[in-house]
Protein backbone atom coordinates (compact mmCIF):
# COMPACT_ATOMS: atom_id res chain seq x y z
CA UNK A 1 0.00 0.00 0.00
CA UNK A 2 2.69 2.31 1.11
CA UNK A 3 4.02 1.73 -2.57
CA UNK A 4 0.95 3.20 -4.04
CA UNK A 5 0.86 6.07 -1.82
CA UNK A 6 4.29 6.69 -2.90
CA UNK A 7 3.87 6.73 -6.25
CA UNK A 8 0.84 8.91 -6.13
CA UNK A 9 2.97 11.25 -4.29
CA UNK A 10 5.42 11.86 -6.68
CA UNK A 11 3.27 12.06 -9.13
CA UNK A 12 1.17 14.68 -7.76
CA UNK A 13 4.57 16.41 -6.88
CA UNK A 14 5.82 16.69 -10.73
CA UNK A 15 2.19 17.67 -11.51
CA UNK A 16 2.54 20.41 -8.90
CA UNK A 17 5.73 21.86 -10.06
CA UNK A 18 5.39 21.81 -13.69
CA UNK A 19 1.93 23.82 -12.89
CA UNK A 20 4.17 25.93 -10.77
CA UNK A 21 6.81 26.64 -12.84
CA UNK A 22 4.41 26.71 -16.13
CA UNK A 23 2.71 29.95 -14.60
CA UNK A 24 4.58 33.18 -14.46
CA UNK A 25 3.98 35.84 -12.07
CA UNK A 26 6.14 39.28 -12.26
CA UNK A 27 8.25 39.30 -9.52
CA UNK A 28 11.64 41.06 -10.00
CA UNK A 29 13.12 41.02 -6.45
CA UNK A 30 13.26 39.56 -3.27
CA UNK A 31 11.91 42.35 -1.46
CA UNK A 32 8.54 42.19 -3.77
CA UNK A 33 7.53 38.95 -1.73
CA UNK A 34 8.59 40.61 1.42
CA UNK A 35 6.43 43.39 0.61
CA UNK A 36 3.42 41.41 -0.34
CA UNK A 37 4.60 39.08 3.34
CA UNK A 38 4.41 42.35 5.02
CA UNK A 39 1.20 43.30 3.45
CA UNK A 40 -0.55 40.53 4.67
CA UNK A 41 0.85 40.62 7.85
CA UNK A 42 -0.35 44.17 8.31
CA UNK A 43 -4.00 42.87 6.99
CA UNK A 44 -4.47 40.37 9.80
CA UNK A 45 -2.94 42.57 12.18
CA UNK A 46 -0.31 40.39 12.99
CA UNK A 47 3.56 41.74 13.77
CA UNK A 48 5.81 41.25 10.67
CA UNK A 49 7.98 38.04 11.12
CA UNK A 50 11.61 37.87 11.17
CA UNK A 51 12.09 36.43 7.35
CA UNK A 52 15.34 35.11 6.43
CA UNK A 53 16.79 33.38 3.27
CA UNK A 54 16.99 29.48 3.04
CA UNK A 55 17.50 26.59 0.87
CA UNK A 56 13.68 26.23 0.89
CA UNK A 57 10.77 27.34 2.29
CA UNK A 58 9.77 27.07 5.48
CA UNK A 59 8.15 27.93 8.77
CA UNK A 60 10.06 27.64 11.96
CA UNK A 61 7.32 27.33 14.87
CA UNK A 62 10.69 27.57 17.30
CA UNK A 63 12.74 30.37 16.36
CA UNK A 64 9.20 31.80 14.67
CA UNK A 65 10.51 32.72 11.84
CA UNK A 66 9.62 32.43 8.05
CA UNK A 67 12.25 30.77 5.50
CA UNK A 68 12.32 32.20 1.75
CA UNK A 69 13.91 30.30 -1.05
CA UNK A 70 16.62 32.44 -1.92
CA UNK A 71 17.09 31.46 -5.11
CA UNK A 72 13.95 34.05 -6.64
CA UNK A 73 11.75 32.58 -9.29
CA UNK A 74 8.95 34.61 -11.21
CA UNK A 75 7.16 31.65 -11.23
CA UNK A 76 3.57 31.30 -9.24
CA UNK A 77 5.33 28.33 -7.58
CA UNK A 78 7.66 30.38 -5.75
CA UNK A 79 5.06 33.27 -4.81
CA UNK A 80 2.28 30.88 -3.30
CA UNK A 81 5.02 29.23 -1.35
CA UNK A 82 6.34 31.85 0.21
CA UNK A 83 2.85 33.55 1.23
CA UNK A 84 1.64 29.98 2.18
CA UNK A 85 4.79 30.11 4.97
CA UNK A 86 3.88 33.58 5.98
CA UNK A 87 0.26 32.28 6.19
CA UNK A 88 1.71 29.41 8.77
CA UNK A 89 3.22 32.28 10.72
CA UNK A 90 0.27 33.58 10.97
CA UNK A 91 -1.88 31.30 12.18
CA UNK A 92 0.61 30.27 14.68
CA UNK A 93 0.91 33.82 16.20
CA UNK A 94 -2.97 34.18 16.17
CA UNK A 95 -3.82 34.35 19.54
CA UNK A 96 -7.80 34.31 18.90
CA UNK A 97 -7.16 31.30 16.50
CA UNK A 98 -8.58 28.46 18.71
CA UNK A 99 -6.25 25.61 17.49
CA UNK A 100 -2.89 27.80 17.93
CA UNK A 101 -2.37 26.25 21.35
CA UNK A 102 -3.14 23.06 20.44
CA UNK A 103 -0.56 23.64 17.94
CA UNK A 104 1.89 24.46 19.89
CA UNK A 105 0.88 22.17 22.52
CA UNK A 106 1.63 19.20 20.06
CA UNK A 107 4.82 20.49 18.48
CA UNK A 108 7.09 18.07 20.70
CA UNK A 109 5.36 15.05 19.75
CA UNK A 110 5.35 16.25 15.58
CA UNK A 111 9.42 16.76 16.33
CA UNK A 112 9.87 13.63 18.50
CA UNK A 113 8.01 11.08 15.61
CA UNK A 114 10.08 13.02 13.16
CA UNK A 115 13.60 13.65 14.04
CA UNK A 116 13.33 10.28 16.53
CA UNK A 117 10.87 7.98 15.82
CA UNK A 118 10.50 7.34 12.15
CA UNK A 119 14.14 7.23 11.38
CA UNK A 120 14.33 4.55 14.49
CA UNK A 121 12.08 2.80 12.67
CA UNK A 122 13.80 2.70 9.55
CA UNK A 123 17.18 1.84 11.23
CA UNK A 124 15.75 -0.66 12.90
CA UNK A 125 14.25 -2.46 9.41
CA UNK A 126 17.64 -1.94 7.57
CA UNK A 127 20.11 -3.28 10.55
CA UNK A 128 17.43 -6.48 11.14
CA UNK A 129 18.04 -6.94 7.53
CA UNK A 130 21.65 -7.23 8.23
CA UNK A 131 21.04 -9.10 11.36
CA UNK A 132 22.51 -6.75 13.30
CA UNK A 133 19.50 -5.90 15.27
CA UNK A 134 17.27 -8.22 17.55
CA UNK A 135 13.91 -6.56 17.67
CA UNK A 136 12.47 -9.45 20.14
CA UNK A 137 14.88 -8.10 23.39
CA UNK A 138 12.79 -6.87 25.80
CA UNK A 139 14.06 -3.45 25.26
CA UNK A 140 13.31 -3.65 21.60
CA UNK A 141 9.72 -4.49 22.44
CA UNK A 142 9.81 -1.75 24.95
CA UNK A 143 11.13 0.74 22.93
CA UNK A 144 9.27 0.07 19.32
CA UNK A 145 6.31 -1.80 19.83
CA UNK A 146 5.28 0.25 22.72
CA UNK A 147 6.90 3.07 23.26
CA UNK A 148 7.50 4.76 19.75
CA UNK A 149 4.32 3.02 17.89
CA UNK A 150 2.53 5.25 20.75
CA UNK A 151 3.55 8.06 19.62
CA UNK A 152 3.63 7.41 15.69
CA UNK A 153 0.14 6.70 16.17
CA UNK A 154 -0.40 9.96 18.21
CA UNK A 155 1.83 12.08 15.90
CA UNK A 156 -0.51 10.74 12.74
CA UNK A 157 -3.43 11.42 14.17
CA UNK A 158 -2.50 15.36 14.89
CA UNK A 159 -0.82 15.03 11.35
CA UNK A 160 -3.72 14.25 9.46
CA UNK A 161 -6.05 16.26 11.90
CA UNK A 162 -4.35 19.47 13.29
CA UNK A 163 -1.76 19.34 10.50
CA UNK A 164 -4.25 19.60 7.45
CA UNK A 165 -6.24 21.62 8.91
CA UNK A 166 -3.30 24.04 9.50
CA UNK A 167 -2.09 24.02 6.27
CA UNK A 168 -6.04 24.71 4.61
CA UNK A 169 -6.16 28.02 7.30
CA UNK A 170 -2.51 29.07 6.10
CA UNK A 171 -3.86 28.92 2.52
CA UNK A 172 -7.30 30.78 3.70
CA UNK A 173 -5.30 33.45 4.87
CA UNK A 174 -3.22 34.00 1.81
CA UNK A 175 -6.51 33.25 -0.48
CA UNK A 176 -8.36 36.11 1.58
CA UNK A 177 -5.17 38.23 1.01
CA UNK A 178 -5.18 37.70 -2.47
CA UNK A 179 -8.85 37.94 -3.21
CA UNK A 180 -8.60 41.90 -2.70
CA UNK A 181 -5.76 42.17 -5.12
CA UNK A 182 -7.24 39.89 -8.00
CA UNK A 183 -5.84 42.23 -10.81
CA UNK A 184 -2.33 41.46 -9.37
CA UNK A 185 -2.39 37.16 -9.35
CA UNK A 186 -4.81 34.98 -10.72
CA UNK A 187 -6.67 33.76 -7.94
CA UNK A 188 -7.84 30.36 -10.03
CA UNK A 189 -4.12 30.05 -10.52
CA UNK A 190 -2.96 29.65 -6.79
CA UNK A 191 -6.17 27.77 -6.11
CA UNK A 192 -5.28 24.83 -8.33
CA UNK A 193 -1.83 25.42 -6.69
CA UNK A 194 -2.56 25.24 -3.42
CA UNK A 195 -4.86 22.42 -3.81
CA UNK A 196 -1.87 19.91 -5.30
CA UNK A 197 0.22 20.66 -2.75
CA UNK A 198 -2.21 20.00 -0.02
CA UNK A 199 -3.30 16.09 -2.06
CA UNK A 200 0.52 16.07 -2.44
CA UNK A 201 1.30 16.38 1.76
CA UNK A 202 -1.44 14.50 2.55
CA UNK A 203 -0.57 11.89 -0.01
CA UNK A 204 2.88 12.11 1.66
CA UNK A 205 1.70 11.41 5.18
CA UNK A 206 -0.22 8.30 4.23
CA UNK A 207 3.13 6.92 2.38
CA UNK A 208 5.42 7.46 6.28
CA UNK A 209 2.49 5.99 7.75
CA UNK A 210 1.85 2.86 5.79
CA UNK A 211 5.85 2.32 5.53
CA UNK A 212 6.03 2.11 9.37
CA UNK A 213 2.85 -0.11 9.37
CA UNK A 214 5.17 -1.99 6.95
CA UNK A 215 8.15 -1.57 9.24
CA UNK A 216 6.13 -2.72 12.55
CA UNK A 217 5.11 -5.72 10.64
CA UNK A 218 8.32 -6.84 9.61
CA UNK A 219 9.78 -6.99 12.85
CA UNK A 220 7.41 -8.12 14.99
CA UNK A 221 5.15 -10.35 12.54
CA UNK A 222 1.83 -8.50 13.20
CA UNK A 223 0.46 -5.13 14.20
Not at 76 to 86: M, R, S
Not at 102 to 108: S, V
Not at 132 to 143: A, E, G, H, K, Q
Not at 166 to 177: C, I, T, W
Request: glycine share 2%; proline share 2%; with cysteine.
Amino acid sequence: MYILFFALTVITMLILQLYGSKKKYIINNYEVVINYIKEMCYEYKIDVPKIKKGNNFSFNPIKNIVYIKKEVSNNLEYFTAALHEAGHYIVYNNNSYFLNKITKATLPILMANRIVVIPAYVTAMLLTALEIFDPTTRVSIILFKKIFMCVFIIASIIRLTVGIYNEVKADYYVLKFLGKRHNEVNIINVKTLMSLALVSQLLNSLTWIFMIIYIYKVLFGVI
